[in-house]
């Protein structure tokens, strides 16, 4: 069993397609889009939004973290995480548990895309401040569930771009973090936050 997910702006176009592809495979066409690999879509007349709002639920539920406290930051400016640390090793299987599910949720949420990128780091040898890190960021999450990436109709394409770096601002090998996030108009359609 596969998704497939087909987008046109002709509805005949759509259908033509839906028919040939039925023709040769048993498939269901579930209709409009609402809810594809975790992630919800409301489809409005000239806009679209995307969020991972049921998703985030879910991962608070598998954490025993539904009622947890929120923070306003994912991540604290200038934090300095190494891989070494003075605290007691964390449960590694129950971080690297935390990162997949976060690391996932980055299909939709540029914000956390350095946060995820500066804690994946020490999936081999977490330490509880590592874990205590990515809990900061799951409890900013639940905070932010309900936040969504828009997609207007716009009357000419704008495409715009920016990107940072720390020039060697890791310490334990001083290589560089950098990021990036282009969008058109006002909706984000790539990012990245990279060693």
């Known amino acids: 069993m596969d998704d497939l997910l ?3 702006n002709n509805d005949k176009i759509i259908q033509e397609c839906i028919s040939k592809l039925k023709a040769t495979f048993e ?4 209709g409009l889009l609402h809810y594809y690999l975790g992630m919800q879509v409301y489809q409005y007349k000239d806009c679209t939004y995307l969020n991972q709002s049921k998703y985030i639920s879910d991962i608070l539920q598998k954490f025993g973290m539904e ?10 400016p200038g934090i300095t995480i190494s891989l070494s640390s003075n605290s007691q090793l964390a449960d590694a299987i129950t971080y690297r548990q935390l990162i997949g599910n976060l690391l996932y949720l980055t299909i939709s949420r540029q914000d956390i895309a350095f ?31 309900d936040l969504a990436l828009k997609y207007s109709r716009l009357p000419s394409f704008v495409l715009s771009g920016f990107t940072d770096s720390d020039y060697g601002g890791y310490r334990d090998d001083r290589k560089s973090t950098f ?15 990279k060693k």
């Open 6 to 8: 087909i987008t046109e």
């Open 27 to 30: 498939m269901t066409d579930l």
């Open 67 to 76: 009622e947890c406290r929120y923070v306003a930051i994912s991540v604290s």
């Open 115 to 145: 946060a995820m990128n500066l804690m994946a780091r020490f999936m081999q040898k977490p330490y509880v401040e590592h874990l205590n890190a990515v809990k900061k960021i799951l409890r900013y999450v639940a905070r932010t569930k």
């Open 179 to 193: 990021a990036y996030v282009f969008s058109i108009g006002l909706g984000a359609i790539s990012w990245a936050s």
